[in-house]
């Protein structure tokens, strides 16, 4: 084990990670932060083990092996007896660590991790109360188990020195933990001198942010409420959680952190109205003698009882079936809540949340064409999707022709094996990866997603949807991780140059 690369392996001592026993069966749980933690350390890249003592109830190792089990994390017994063997145990164990090894461990058993100080370890003392301080450079005291993953990150940019670029990421814990199964977020630097460190509203964020050069966001989630003004066809207000606020202060007074993306940027992605109205001028893209990319034919509806609706869809070169989608696009608890509409009578009433933008249903032989652009690289994927409008309608014919209500996070209807069409038509994949270059430019985003139908008959190639920082689950790791970082950094040197 060596002392030089930074943080090479971390022990958790179930100390720091059992709640105080506090009942007379002798329950085991985790105490607060933990889950917190045990998820950011998962997929940090960086050796993991969880280790016990004496003095532990049959429950409380128990929970502990499980919880082991669970994030692939090593388990091994802290013998103080014969400390040797547990650190030699621990060094097989980690082979290809270059790092130093930290031990994590409660106030109340900080005398059997100060041992290992012998061996060169690091000791993190978990200190609830907050009373704790050392001058000792082998010890670090920390108050709340989510300040673990930021001091890994110091340990590791002091280690590196200054030649790495620093990226504070936040967003909802399940889609963190998406992204950071897949290796995009490592507590270690990436090749390509990216370290990463976890944002979290729990902690002070001036001291989080102080050594961030960039900061990655998924602000979408992050919104409590989106109003808009009844004069207006645009937002009237969005309101972000305290946190995000405060966040966006921050950033402000701090020119020199580069913000992925600001805000105002993402704010066309949020209007499903603003993000067509932008699509319309695909048309500019078009040549003779090639296929033509275009926006969806749509139309903003405020009321579903206007008298002149019917009207205003033929001008709007709307036919039915047409889809019908909230004109919020993300952010709030019903912006997925769709319905595809088989008859005119049938708007009346219909239970999509207003104002909301009709839009032209596509038969697409029942393939979608997800493309994700990452900086300056575009991927694809192809996926199973709606049925053509026929199909539908014969589905539809068995419930009376009622409107087909779905959550297109959730309960999107694709097509039956039977409904497939095999000889869906081939993409023209250069006049796609012209369409979101143009797209980049037009709306300033560096991470972020568009679907695209073909239209039988015509080939029209047309957009359907466009979204803000997306998984890109469907292209491979090794491909789409470099690509991720290097949009990054490469967004954050156009910023300073």
């Not at 070169?317 to 049938?346: N, W, Y």
């Not at 491979?476 to 140059?497: C, G, M, Q, R, T």
Request: a negative charge; charged letters at 20%; aromatic letters at 8%.
């Amino acid at each position: 084990m060596g002392s030089g690369g930074g943080v090479g392996g971390i022990l958790l001592d179930g100390s720091a990670l059992l709640a105080a026993v506090d009942d007379e069966h002798g329950g085991a749980s985790l105490g607060p932060g933990a889950n917190h933690l045990l998820r950011k350390l998962r997929y940090s890249n960086i050796p993991t083990g969880i280790s016990y003592g004496p003095g532990l109830s049959a429950h409380e190792v128990s929970l502990l092996e499980s919880i082991a089990k669970l994030h692939s994390f090593d388990f091994f017994t802290m013998n103080t007896s014969f400390i040797d063997d547990t650190v030699n145990e621990i060094a097989l164990a980690w082979p290809e660590s270059r790092g130093r090894f930290l031990h994590v461990v409660s106030d109340c058993n900080k005398d059997v991790a100060l041992k290992l100080s012998n061996h060169g370890w690091l000791i993190i003392i978990l200190n609830i109360e907050g009373g704790g301080s050392s001058d000792n450079s082998s010890t670090i005291y920390i108050h709340k188990l989510e300040e673990l993953p930021l001091t890994v990150f110091h340990l590791n940019r002091k280690a590196m020195g200054n030649d790495n670029v620093t990226v504070g990421y936040i967003m909802k814990p399940s889609r963190e933990e998406d992204f950071a199964k897949r290796g995009s977020f490592p507590l270690n630097p990436t090749q390509n001198g990216l370290i990463f460190m976890p944002i979290t509203f729990e902690l002070p964020l001036s001291s989080q942010l102080q050594e961030i050069d960039i900061v990655l966001h998924k602000a979408t989630d992050e919104i409590v409420s989106i109003e808009m003004s009844t004069s207006s066809e645009c937002f009237d207000k969005i309101t972000y959680t305290t946190g995000m606020h405060e966040l966006e202060r921050y950033i402000k007074h701090k020119s020199d952190i580069c913000m992925i993306d600001p805000l105002d940027n993402i704010y066309a992605v949020l209007d499903r109205l603003k993000i067509q109205q932008i699509l319309l001028g695909l048309e500019n893209l078009n040549v003779e003698g090639r296929c033509k990319i275009r926006a969806p034919h749509f139309l903003k509806v405020d009321n579903f009882s206007e008298p002149n609706l019917v009207h205003r869809l033929l001008e709007a070169k709307l036919t039915l079936p047409s889809i019908v989608k909230p004109q919020v696009a993300c952010g709030v608890a019903d912006a997925h809540s769709m319905a595809i509409v088989f008859r005119a009578e049938d708007f009346n009433g219909l239970s999509v949340p207003l104002p909301v933008v009709v839009q032209e249903y596509v038969d697409h032989t029942s393939t979608l064409f997800k493309f994700y652009v990452l900086g300056d690289k575009v991927f694809h994927a192809v996926k199973k999707s709606t049925p053509n409008a026929e199909s539908l309608i014969k589905l539809s014919e068995k419930n009376g022709l009622k409107p087909l209500l779905f959550d297109s996070l959730k309960s999107l209807p694709t097509a039956k094996e039977k409904q497939l069409t095999a000889d869906h038509q081939q993409i023209d994949l250069e006049l796609v990866t012209d369409a979101a270059c143009w797209l980049r430019r037009m709306l300033d985003l560096t991470i972020f997603g568009f679907d695209v139908v073909i239209q039988e008959n015509t080939g029209d190639h047309v957009i359907v949807d466009v979204n803000y920082l997306p998984s890109f689950k469907e292209v491979p790791d090794n491909v789409a991780i470099p690509a991720f970082w290097e949009a990054i950094l490469s967004k954050y040197k156009s910023k300073k140059s």
